[in-house]
Structure formats: structure tokens, C-alpha cells
């Protein structure tokens, strides 16, 4: 466990990190820093790495080298038993939403918190009442197969808030998503930010850069570079 000097405030930080896949090289050299209780924005074209640095975080994938500190801890160092404990620190949102598809909408947001052993009446109450702010709660029985992909993603966001995470990993949650859809979301997103949690969203969807303000930090070809305009040119 490494716990730099002068980063309380730093949740994530990244030191010269790169990824190679074979011989591509999805992320260069890459130093970071993420502030607890920021909305940061990551953009860049398609195939920048932006997905890639988002599974750093949580080991969904390792870096081929530098350095990933996750709430101080070295990513490199972290024993294979604790990734669980470390996967329940971060909300995750997928672009393809990847719910469970034989649970119905409540479970698979109930499920998290079963995972975690809360009492079954705080698991009920709690999914339910988050199911009403993503406005799902008449679809509670529904399976996912019969949800439009807006219903889906509001699931998969209220699945992300319900534990608690202290940071929450959104890629592309806005993505081809109807306008009544992505604002819900963004909604539910940001009511949970003002919590205190972090919030990381990778994204091309330029509407939703200018709905909610937040640093943006742009990957091109695997390396960061400054956002040539204000709002970060284009994603
Ligand atoms: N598991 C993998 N195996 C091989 N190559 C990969 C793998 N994952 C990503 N890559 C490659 O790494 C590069 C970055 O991919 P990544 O998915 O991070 O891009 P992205 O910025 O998220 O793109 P998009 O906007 O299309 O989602 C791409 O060239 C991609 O093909
Ligand atoms: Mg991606």
C-alpha cells in the first residue's frame, strides 16, 4: 500500500501510464490525477483509449507500465483476493449496460446490495427508491430484453448509485440515447455527485458536455493533450 504525500484529496492518481494491446499502444505515457468530488469529463475520438483508461481504475484491465493509485493503493501491488473490495468503491456503467439478462430490473440493482449483505429491508426500500428516481419503478418486474435502451441504462445507473460508491466510472451513459433517457441519467448522475462522490464520464456526446460543467481531459491516440478550445474541442 503506497500513500503518497500531499494527495488526501486525490482518489485516483495515474503516474507515466501506458497500455499496450500486442502492438498497439491504447494508452501513452499518461499522468493523472482525479480530485475526489470532481465531474471530469474524459473525451477523444473513437479508439483513443478512453475505455481503456477507465478499466485501469478498477482492474479491468493492467497497465504495462507505470503506475495506477486507487484510493492509495498501487494497483500493481493489489492482492488478487482484495479486487472485489476494491470493484465496490467504483459504480460502473457500461455502454452496452450489461445487465444481468434472467434477473428482472429490480434484482439487478437489488443484487448489488445482496452482495453486500444489507438487511432485505433496506434492500427493498433502497431499490425501489432509486428505481423511482430513474423512473423504472412500474417496470420493476421487467427483463431486461423488453427494455428500450434508455430504460435499460437508467437500470444500469441505478444499479451503478445503489451501493454507495465513492467513485462512479460512466462509459459513454448517454450514448444513442433518446433525449428524455440521457437527461434522467444525467440527473441521477448528478444528484449523486452533489453527495460528495466522484464522477468520471467518458464520452463523444458534446450535448452532454455543454448540460453539465466539468474538467475535460481529451485522449488522442493514447496521449493526453491540453482541450484546444474551452470546451475541449471536439470529442
Ligand atoms: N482487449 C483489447 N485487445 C486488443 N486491443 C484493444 C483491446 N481493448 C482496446 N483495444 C484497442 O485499444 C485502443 C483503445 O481502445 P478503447 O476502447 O480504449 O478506445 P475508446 O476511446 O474507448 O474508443 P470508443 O470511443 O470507440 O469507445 C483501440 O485501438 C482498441 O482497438
Ligand atoms: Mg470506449
Redesign the pocket.
Known amino acids: 500500500m503506497t500513500q503518497p504525500d500531499n494527495t488526501d484529496e486525490a482518489v485516483i492518481r495515474l503516474f507515466n501510464v501506458s497500455k499496450r494491446?500486442?502492438a498497439?499502444l491504447?494508452l501513452s505515457n499518461i499522468t493523472l490525477d482525479i480530485q475526489k468530488g470532481e465531474w471530469l469529463y474524459v473525451t477523444?475520438?473513437?479508439?483513443?483509449?478512453?475505455?481503456?483508461?477507465l478499466k485501469l481504475f478498477y482492474l479491468g484491465e493492467k497497465t504495462t507500465s507505470g503506475q495506477v493509485l486507487a484510493f492509495g493503493t498501487n494497483m500493481n501491488r493489489l492482492a488478487r483476493k482484495d479486487i472485489p473490495f476494491l470493484r465496490r468503491r467504483f459504480g460502473i456503467i457500461f455502454?452496452d449496460f450489461k445487465l444481468i439478462p434472467n434477473r428482472n430490473v429490480f434484482d439487478n440493482v437489488a443484487l448489488v446490495l445482496e452482495a453486500r449483505g444489507e438487511p432485505r429491508n433496506m434492500i427493498d426500500k433502497r431499490t425501489r427508491n432509486i428505481l423511482r428516481h430513474a423512473g423504472m419503478d412500474k417496470r420493476m418486474d421487467a427483463m431486461p430484453a423488453s427494455l428500450s435502451g434508455g430504460e435499460q441504462q437508467r437500470v444500469a445507473v441505478a444499479r451503478a448509485i445503489a451501493g454507495q460508491p465513492e467513485v462512479i466510472l460512466a462509459d459513454?451513459p448517454t450514448g444513442s440515447l433518446d433525449p428524455k433517457s440521457a437527461e434522467i441519467i444525467i440527473g441521477l448522475l448528478s444528484a449523486y455527485h452533489e453527495k460528495g462522490a466522484t464522477v468520471m464520464v467518458?464520452t463523444?456526446d458534446r450535448d452532454l458536455l455543454a448540460r453539465k460543467k466539468g474538467r475535460i481531459i481529451r485522449?488522442e491516440e493514447?496521449r493526453l493533450v491540453e482541450p484546444s478550445t474551452g470546451e475541449g474541442g471536439a470529442p
Open positions: 494491446f500486442g498497439k491504447a477523444g475520438p473513437s479508439g483513443a483509449g478512453k475505455s481503456t483508461l455502454q459513454e467518458a463523444h485522449l493514447g
